[in-house]
């Protein structure tokens, strides 16, 4: 009768092994961390470009911003020379309204998930965008087309569709627990946790997988393409870090999560910041993450350069 | 060091303990002063008491003078009225009477007397204590006097203390032959009462009369009713005459008491005061203001909600009972973790429940819902603009409303009736959410959201349905203050979720 209480364990074992809360996360970490002032430069994925590029953070090339509903018929002219593209909502979050197109031709548009649009349809998705459909709060939103992520092959059997992306939650500039997100056939070629994406716990010094697991639950394979997991390694890891590291300067928030994706000729790209990133990491690296940002906050020096931060993780004895 | 004395939570604390002291500081005042209760729908009882003095002029000078309650003592008088057509009334408040002076008259005289007092059992039975007056022993000649000792003596075998085993005596039937013996032919209710009292002074024990009335329901023109007073060495006790019974009973009301008379007229004869009691039933609020009246705090009333016309305090009686609701979203969403479409959305949804009935109105909404969600699929072929497509959705939704209203009325179901009752916008925000979410995320996730909302609809519900939660909240409404600071208290929460002590158990120590 009381079986179910199994899957419940008690808060003092969840605080022996330094797991961090939401309520905790929010209120000791977020509240103090983060300025709200600060939101809109991550929320805001045009902003957030143009930073990053200031930063000397690789980012997709911008294609073209649409901002207002008249503007939308001149998305032909805009587009005019990029054989393939992507069209996302500024002020979108977990992948919502992402369209990625792949090849077009007249008046067919076709989509990585295999659909073919047509203008229309491709109009509607762009006026959908700017009327807050997917945005926050369904606030009125810009759409931005940017240049495709050419993926890079290393990860082609880990993931089913999608992106494969690498989240590095980084704090006080320091990366603190990086994962990596692999899209399923359940997750609808998303990279969402919760939607059933497999998350892989990656070693913050080596990129190399700690262990995997797919809605809460340790798996050692990839559930469609049967890829073994423990074999995953992040290549260019010292970049991956220092874009994480580099964020932190660049956006001034004490707290964040960096999504990263690899790209075959360009290396590590930022895809967007997250100025409150979720707590799945910790299943997905099995460990706590208020461990982690006490030992930073106690240990590590201050007033390093992005650079001597990585360095100084890479070199850390843990 | 003092950034530690003031943390956030501290001071937070610290409000919420003095909110929570004025709560109930405010829940004293009220019911103390205002009769307020915890229990909804209490009505006090108000009894209205007609004294009607009655004497022969004897053609001189008239002056009446009656011991009435004092308000400052065991119940609360709301209203006193005189009729007494030629004669100049003064009270006189030291002692505790009213007087009645005229020229004299020639007619048979009757004067009333008008008391409205509610029913204060709380206060009941707080006596002040006066001076003892000396033991007057009675005179008696020889046989008196024997037949006295040999009431005396059988008197020892009943219970209790002297003025019981005295009142028991004369009280048991038949009487005994002595006590027969000892009491006039044709004794009344007073007369036997002094003959105990004289007794009593045998025993040395001071005794008196008290007079008053004995509240009962329609009772009419009845001569005042007695009780015996009998002092114990340190405080005056009362008996009831008849049984024996200490205390003061709960609806008896002291006119008089101690040596004055409960009458004096200069200028009658045959004066006699009888009284009559009706009682009727008013609800606490609506006495409320009189009693505050009564107690001289009408202005701070005046100044509270209660004091406002009855249409006003309805509404605000849904007010007061949203802090609860919100504190109720706030724990399940903070400490219990549950995710739900829309923060106070389960809230509104609770408040139609309580107005439709829980599983009429549950059915209601799951059709409204599920027809909603039915039309909004159609609708999302369409590829309508954001503000276009929500505003169908609310179309649909008052459509679905009327015509659920219509089939309830004409097929008597009630789970139709109630559509009515449901916020129209945010049953179609709410639409609207699960359709994306069921585009986006499936349908299980849709659905597990919308359930948890109505988890928490139903748990709102459950605590806001109870009339005495509604109660309690409208008739003490500084709650709401001490609801404030609980629930900003709840902010500085930084423990784990119900919701994550599963959803991180993998990584617990020693698993």
Known sequence: MFGWLKNYSLPSALKANGVLGMNARNYKIIAPQNDRRLYPLVDDKVKTKVLAGKAGINTPRLIGVIEYQHQVKDFPDVIKNAPQFVIKPAHGSGGKGVLVVNRWEEDRFFTASGKVLSFREVFGHISNTLSGLFSLGGQYDVALIEETVNFSDLFKNFSYQGVPDVRIIVYKGYPAMAMMRLATAESGGRANLHQGAVGVGLDIRSGKTLRAVMHNRPVSVHPDTGADLSKLVVPFWREHLLIGAKAYEMTGLGYLGADIVLDRDRGPMMLELNARPGLAIQIANGSGLATVVKKIEKTYPVGLTPEERVGYILNAVS | ?511
């Open chain 2, 1 to 511: 060091m003092i950034k530690k004395l003031f943390t956030v939570r501290k001071v937070l604390t610290l409000l919420l303990l003095l909110s929570a002291a004025f709560a109930g500081y405010g829940a004293y005042y009220k019911i103390t002063y205002w009769g307020f209760d915890f229990r909804p729908n209490r009505t006090a009882k108000v009894w209205n008491i007609d004294a009607r003095v009655s004497f022969v002029p004897t053609g001189e000078p008239v002056k009446v003078s009656l011991a009435v309650p004092s308000a400052k003592r065991n119940f609360r008088i709301l209203n006193e009225d005189v009729r007494a057509q030629g004669y100049e009334v003064r009270r006189d408040v030291r002692n505790g009477r009213i007087e009645f002076t005229s020229g004299p008259q020639e007619k048979e005289q009757n004067i009333y007397y008008r008391l409205t007092v509610y029913d204060n059992e709380e206060k009941r039975g707080k006596l002040t204590d006066e001076k003892i007056p000396p033991l007057e022993k009675p005179v008696y000649d020889e046989r008196q006097k024997q037949t006295a000792e040999e009431i005396l003596a059988e008197a020892e075998n009943f219970e209790g203390i002297w003025p019981q085993k005295i009142i028991g005596i004369f009280n048991k039937e038949p009487l005994s032959p002595a006590v027969n013996a000892f009491l006039p032919v044709k004794v009344n209710q007073k007369q036997r009462a002094e003959k105990m009292i004289e007794l009593l002074a045998l025993k040395s024990i001071p005794a008196r009369l008290v007079h008053g009335v004995r509240l009962e329901e329609g009772k009419q023109a009845a001569e005042a009713d007695l009780m015996l007073e009998a002092y114990d060495g340190r405080k005056w006790r009362l008996f009831d005459i008849n049984t024996g019974k200490p205390g003061l009973p709960e609806n008896f009301i002291i006119f008089q008491r101690g040596s004055a008379s409960l009458l004096d007229v200069a200028g009658g004869r045959e004066s006699k005061v009888r009284f009559s009691a009706l009682r009727s039933v008013v609800s606490s609020f609506k006495l409320a203001g009189h009693r505050a009246q009564a107690e001289g705090y009408r202005r701070v009333f005046d100044y509270s909600i209660y004091g406002l016309p009855l249409l006003e305090q309805n509404a605000l009686k849904w007010l007061t009972v949203f802090p609860l609701g919100i504190l109720i979203v706030v724990l399940m969403r903070n400490v219990v973790g549950i995710k739900t479409m829309g923060t106070f959305t389960p809230m509104l949804i609770a408040m139609s429940l309580v107005k439709t009935g829980f599983w009429a109105g549950l059915a209601g909404f799951s059709v409204i819902i599920a027809v909603g969600l039915l039309l909004r699929a159609l609708l999302s072929h369409l590829n309508l603009l954001l503000v276009p497509r929500i505003s169908s959705v609310v179309i649909f939704v008052i459509l679905i409303i009327q015509i659920l209203t219509v089939a309830g009325y004409r097929t008597g179901w009630e789970f139709a009736s109630s559509a009515v009752f449901f916020p129209i916008i945010i049953t179609a925000w709410i639409i609207e959410r699960a359709s994306i979410t069921w585009e986006e995320d499936g349908a299980s996730n849709a659905l597990s959201e919308i359930f948890y909302s109505m988890v928490t609809a139903a748990v709102t519900y459950l605590v806001i349905s109870s009339e005495y939660i509604r109660h309690i909240t409208f008739a003490f409404n500084e709650i709401n203050l001490v609801i404030l600071f609980a629930v900003m208290l709840l902010g500085t929460y930084t423990g784990y979720r119900l919701t994550e002590l599963k959803r991180f158990s993998s990584l617990a120590k020693g698993r």
